[in-house]
């Protein structure tokens, strides 16, 4: 299992979570506000009747291969929601000074919902009311070297030097994809996520799953014998941010939740930046 790097021009995850807010001072008043972070991999629309029963996630490509995800785990480390405009401010102050505060929940494991339409909630933390325009967040396996993790990894020993698993099936052979792959990104938010205060504001990270082991050409890879690199690239692209209060994993404001038909892929860049969360 070799480690490798994605970076992409609009994304960010890992293992300790690490919820830290830049407030757009200007937009709000001081205090605490409700952020609810959900995950999401098909919109509730595209999952109807008996198919929302169904526990794979099931991909086509023209050649006629077939890709079954039973299963997707991740390890989370550092989400981070931002201002633009201060965000120079808030990487140089402290989590006691004006602007910046930051909510440690230590290392965490997701499963991502398969089967199922819709946003399935993950974590719910406060932050400074204001205007979010970036969201931060890194996949990267736990490190040895710290409280947090060598709790986490003793109570998930087999994420010891793994920071994504998949369980599925190739053309009918079943595989599990293991990777200690790190992929840090960093997401427009478009339109902004305002927090006011008066409720818990829904944000929903969209995973498209349809995406991360194709080749440039849309063709379907086998997990068994991928490039991980490709993979990490692949995921670091197929992530995408978005408002969604009602959990039904689109875009409350009508944006392109990201998601791929059978045969296409989508996602966005990486950005060197989204490194120093």
Known sequence: MHSVTARSAA???????????????????????????????????????????????????????????????LVFREIELENETHESTCEAASSSEGECAEIELGPFLVDLPLGVGGAARTVTASVPAGTYDEVKFKIREPDDDTDGDVAFVAAHPDFAHTSVKLEGSFNGTSFIFVSDLEAELKLDLNPSLVVDGSGTTDLTLFADLGTWFRDAGGNLLDPSSVSEQLVADNIARAFHAFEDENHDGSDDHGGDNGGSDDNGSGGHGTDDDAAGI
């Open 11 to 73: 994304a960010a995850i890992g293992v300790a979570l690490l919820l830290t807010a830049c407030s757009d001072a200007g937009s709000g008043p001081a205090g605490d506000a409700q952020v609810s972070l959900n995950l999401a991999t098909r919109t509730a629309a595209a999952v109807t009747g008996a198919a929302a029963l169904s526990a794979p996630e099931t991909y086509t490509d023209a050649g006629g291969n077939t890709l079954e995800i039973d299963r997707v785990q």
